[in-house]
């Protein structure tokens, strides 16, 4: 299993945060099929003021040029990412339309 962890801020509007956070808690249960089916095992999502972090753990199959492929070519999941880009905002250096920027991993306690 290997493990991914991502990054991406809300905007800074403090109604639209806990309508996010409220919207979490409800996942449309397709959306928690699709993550499943594409490899993901484990996903979890912290948050610190408007920073989003988060952590996801994979199967060998997982790939994201395949998530990013099956994603694309599910209408649940475009309608599912139109519909909460309105709570959030690209970092700072995001590539036009990217949204979860992948964290370089820069330290492992268990390394040493």
């Not at 594409?38 to 395949?66: A, H, P, Q, T």
């Amino acid at each position: 299993m290997k493990r991914y962890c991502l990054t991406l801020d809300l905007k800074n509007d403090p109604a639209l945060i806990k309508e996010y956070e409220a919207l979490h808690k409800a996942v449309w249960p397709e959306i928690l099929n699709f993550i499943k089916e594409d490899g993901i095992e484990n996903m979890v999502i912290y948050r610190y003021g408007v920073r989003l972090f988060m952590i996801m753990e994979v199967n060998d199959d997982f790939s994201f040029e395949k998530k990013k492929l099956s994603d694309a070519n599910n209408p649940k999941v475009q309608e599912w990412e139109a519909f909460t880009w309105k709570y959030q905002q690209p970092l700072e250096g995001a590539a036009e339309g990217e949204k979860w920027i992948l964290m370089d991993k820069i330290f492992e306690l268990k390394e040493f």
